[in-house]
């Protein structure tokens, strides 16, 4: 099995920058894709920016600009940097990886997610 944990979301004025950390851990062999998602209440799950096979990153359009992917390969851990925060921004953060196992398997997990509001 493999766990993910995040940590670093909380409440953050409009303007204000927020890093959010992932950690993975357990039976990993290698992660082939590792990122973030985010879900508001009342929409669907979306992709806020990950890295891609190949070690491409990918961000949303209305993140651009603002939001920074990074990683640590060593740590099998990816962090999301979050610059100029907006009231749109709040949402549930979730990290995901995708790859292999130690067993060979396939897997995809998901974190427990993490707050991010951004108000006044």
């Known amino acids: 099995q493999v766990q993910l944990v995040e940590s670093g979301g909380g409440l953050v004025q409009p303007g204000g920058s927020l890093r959010l950390s992932c950690a993975a851990s357990?039976?990993?062999?290698?992660?082939?894709?590792m990122g973030w998602y985010r879900q508001a209440p009342g929409k669907q799950r979306e992709l806020v920016a990950s890295?891609?096979?190949?070690?491409?990153?990918n961000y949303a359009d209305s993140v651009k600009g603002r939001f920074t992917i990074s990683r640590d390969n060593a740590k099998n851990t990816v962090y999301l940097q979050m610059n100029s925060l907006k009231p749109e921004d709040t949402a549930v953060y979730y990290c995901?990886?995708?790859?292999?196992?130690?067993?060979?398997?396939?897997?995809?997990?998901w974190g427990q997610g993490t707050q991010v509001t951004v108000s006044s």
């Open positions: 995901n990886a995708d790859g292999i196992g130690r067993s060979l398997a396939s897997f995809t997990s």
């Open positions: 357990g039976s990993i062999l290698s992660i082939a894709a």
């Open positions: 890295f891609t096979i190949g070690g491409r990153t």
